[in-house]
């Protein structure tokens, strides 16, 4: 058996009875809540690109390396530009993120499938509190949602550092033993798996070009309880086993 396994399909309906205990469910943005073919994080990343090349008066392939150094060693670009360099975070943030929405459509059954979950709904990201407003509007699923705890709330501490987790879960009274986290990033989730919450991967269906190979395989690893590469239906399957049923019906067509 190799180390990793390749994208799998979503969570067998009789495992599902894992979430029965749990009344907070929390969510990742970025290709967590939209898959990948929307485009968005390549805009991001390429903004990212673009800022330190203008801050720095290198050529694309430079800051790209040096993007890349910053996001290994502090996790992202981001805290390394503050610690390092003093940065103003909103000025990168309002940079980074002005990006085209245009090929986010809204998807209703995400959206009936998040309002039927039993309980809070909350939204974790390591972007900014606008970013996640603007993508969760277009996807039509921000009314579903009670907060946004974004880099700033984090102070600019991203996942996956247990601290900032822990600073999510005070602000908020999250009960970890009662809470799921969704992510699509592996390693973001040995914090939570290590504070008690429920976790569950979430793996795009084809492979995403714009992203490492790395970051898109399941670990077979104890901190992931779930995964899935349907995030709309893995939710339904967890609310049919829990006899939870969406308020609204999908329009017919």
């Known amino acids: ?10 969570l067998p309906l009789m495992k599902a009875h894992d979430f029965d205990d749990v009344n907070v469910w929390i969510f990742d943005l970025d290709n967590t809540l939209y898959p990948h073919e929307c485009q968005l994080w390549p805009q991001v990343d390429q903004r990212i690109t673009l800022f330190l090349v203008e801050m720095f008066g290198l050529d694309g392939l430079s ?9 290994t060693r502090y996790g992202t670009t981001l805290k390394g530009l503050m610690d390092e360099h003093a940065i103003s975070p909103h000025d990168f943030l309002d940079f980074a993120h002005q990006i085209d929405l245009s090929l986010v459509d809204p998807d ?8 039927a979950l039993p309980g809070r709904k909350l939204i974790l990201t390591n972007g900014s509190r606008q970013h996640a407003e603007n993508v969760s509007r277009k996807l039509g699923i921000r009314d579903h949602f009670e907060e946004i705890f974004d880099i700033v709330a984090a102070d600019f501490v991203p996942k996956p550092e247990t601290r900032t987790y822990e600073k999510f879960l005070a602000l908020h009274q999250v ?10 990033l592996a390693k973001n989730l040995v914090a939570p798996a290590a504070l008690g919450m429920k976790t569950v991967l979430v793996l795009p269906k084809v492979a995403d070009p714009f992203r490492e190979a790395h970051e898109q395989t399941a ?12 995030l709309a239906a893995f939710l339904e399957q967890i609310e049919t086993v829990r006899g939870v049923r969406p308020t609204h019906a999908l329009p017919k067509g």
């Open 1 to 10: 058996m190799t180390e990793t396994s390749p994208i799998a399909d979503p």
């Open 63 to 71: 800051a790209r390396a040096l993007q890349k150094y910053y996001y």
């Open 108 to 115: 209703p059954r995400l959206g009936l499938a998040i309002e």
């Open 175 to 184: 009960d970890p033993s009662r809470a799921a986290m969704f992510e699509d």
């Open 219 to 230: 670990p077979e690893a104890h901190y992931i309880h779930h995964r899935t590469t349907d």
